[in-house]
């Protein structure tokens, strides 16, 4: 059988959450076509996640849509820790500008930015997004086309794709298709979670509140202008009403407006899949890792995952690419991610004090570390660790800059501002001190990317000081803007170079219009 032209795409997305739209938009920047299918005919319409970081709203920028979401976005100052009394034992402030040029912390409402992401995806004719499907099967792997098969009201469908991706949620069909199992990271709650609507004067700091007492550890944020949440761990037995429960947060004996937008119950898991990919199968988000909201880490890590992958996947589907670039998601990604899980796991253990006897010496143990100068400031610092070192990540020393991010400053080229990624654009690029030198410009002429001196760049001095600080001479920043090699101080150029220009060029056959379908049957799980 061979593969009807009219089904094959680049790329098929299964689900169309944030993380499954932002990966198309990723995608149709540079130029890639994609499928999405969502069970859904229209935007999930209550609210679920309800903070992002600086690092993610860069990726919204990548995206195309770092101004929309801005309009829907509300700074927020950091985390608190209160003890059962609400006094506070502890502030991590979280600054108005971050290394990525926004604010460290902003609180938004989850279908305000679907509808955003939406309306995006609309205006791109590399994206088709089609709703009211389930995709029923997935497979099989070989280094062929991946079979899809989906069903909507009009019947049963097939679609082939160069590359599929997960974006599917907690109950993946697309980690089962693979053959992916969870590995148990040991963090299970029960946890009732309130979103209120109301125009009271309710006592807020315009940040998070965690309350740290074992017999209801609580946790509480303002979302918008009049948006507020709660989320209460569960007691066995009977549960207080909701009113009695957000009390100590609302004017005395207040009888004004309260409109409950939502009232559920969710169990907070730490997992992570043990397996992200099979072939060009690959999975994201809720998909691929569950985190328990502390840290306010969850969408926040399957955009990273978003934005990892696509740069990778176009330059493998486009412009000759090794695929070993792909290999390069799973081992960059799933440590970070892990590191991530863990740290809200800690977390939550830390603020809600467990339910085990060991309880009151953590809370002890707590408010004390709180008291140690500087330790405050510390903690609230980005989240977000350096990748491990790897192909795409030459680190020759622990606390270098190979693997970080650079920082995103205004810069100002032949009289017009704007922000450096704009400038960079979807290219690999050597930053360096001064000038670039006779090695450094040929070795970018050659593989056709892009050398800049930071001095020609009309920033406040922001990369200047990044680069002397991390006492590098160059750097060469990848289309993430992830730090991929430095020539250090003193240095002559970069290492390796052979491998990482082997793997970002290798040039491959290309894949011809009509193939022969791999023969087996599809994976399928019935809902």
């Known amino acids: 059988m061979t593969i009807d032209e009219a089904a094959r ?60 979401f801005t309009a829907i976005a509300r700074p927020a100052n950091g985390l608190r820790l209160l003890d059962a009394r609400h006094r506070v034992m502890a502030e991590f402030r979280r600054t108005g500008h971050g290394l990525h040029g926004y604010p460290q912390t902003s609180m938004f409402d989850q279908p305000a930015l679907e509808r955003v992401l939406r309306d995006a995806l609309a205006r791109r004719p590399e994206c088709e997004l089609r709703g009211g499907v389930e995709v029923t099967g997935i497979g099989p792997d070989t280094t062929g086309p991946v079979r899809v098969a989906y069903r909507d009201d009009d019947g049963e469908h097939e679609v082939w794709a160069d590359a599929v991706l997960g974006c599917d949620g907690a109950n993946s069909l697309t980690r089962e298709a693979i053959g992916a199992v969870w590995e148990d990271l040991r963090f299970e709650e029960h946890w009732t979670v309130i979103d209120v609507r109301t125009t009271a004067d309710v006592r807020c700091w315009e940040g998070v509140d965690q309350v740290c007492d074992p017999d209801r550890p609580a946790t509480f944020m303002r979302v918008g202008e009049d948006r507020y949440r709660w989320e209460f761990r569960l007691r066995e037995g009977a549960e207080q009403p909701v009113r009695e429960l957000v ?28 397996r992200w990919c099979s072939g060009r199968v690959f999975l994201l988000g809720d998909a691929a890792h569950l985190t328990p909201p502390f840290v306010g880490q ?25 695929d070993r670039l792909l290999d390069t998601y799973e081992s ?23 339910q085990d006897g060991a309880a009151a010496i953590r809370r002890r143990a707590l408010a004390a570390a709180c008291r140690i ?7 609230g610092r980005d989240l977000s660790p350096p990748l491990t070192a790897g192909p795409l990540v030459r680190r ?27 400038l960079l654009g979807d290219s690999f690029t050597v930053l360096t001190v001064t000038a670039p030198g006779p090695s450094l410009t040929v070795l970018a002429h050659s593989l056709g990317i892009r050398a800049l001196s930071v001095t020609d760049l009309g920033d406040d001095g922001t990369l200047a000081a990044w680069l002397r600080g991390g006492r590098a001479d160059a750097v060469l920043l990848r289309p993430d803007r992830v730090v991929m090699d430095v ?38 799980t019935t809902r």
Not at 49 to 62: F, G, K, N, S, Y
């Open 396 to 422: 020759k020393v622990r606390r270098g800059l190979a693997g970080t991010h650079c920082p995103q400053p205004w810069v100002s080229v032949d009289g017009r501002r704007t922000r450096l990624d704009e």
């Open 247 to 274: 009390a100590p947060w609302l004017p005395p004996s207040y009888d004004g407006d309260f409109e409950v937008v939502r009232e559920t119950q969710y169990t907070f898991r730490a997992r992570v899949a043990d």
């Open 487 to 524: 020539v250090p101080a003193g240095g002559r150029g970069f290492t390796s170079t052979a491998d990482w220009a082997a793997l970002l060029h290798t040039t491959r056959s290309p894949v011809p219009s009509e193939r022969t379908a791999p023969k087996g049957p599809l994976r399928s």
């Open 9 to 68: 795409v680049p790329v098929v997305i299964v689900g169309a959450g944030p993380v499954g739209v932002t990966a198309a938009l990723l995608l149709a920047r540079r130029g890639v076509r994609s499928l999405v299918l969502e069970r859904h005919q229209d935007v999930y319409p209550l609210p679920r996640a309800v903070a992002t970081d600086d690092e993610v709203r860069r990726i919204l920028q990548a995206a195309g849509v770092g101004e929309e």
């Open 298 to 322: 969850g969408l926040c890590s399957g955009l990273r995952d978003a934005y990892n992958l696509t740069w990778k996947l176009a330059r493998v589907l486009q412009q000759g690419g090794s």
């Open 373 to 379: 100068p500087g330790l405050t400031e510390l903690a």
């Open 332 to 354: 960059e990604r799933r440590p970070h991610a892990r590191h991530v899980v863990r740290l809200a796991v800690a977390m939550g253990w830390a603020m809600t004090g467990g």
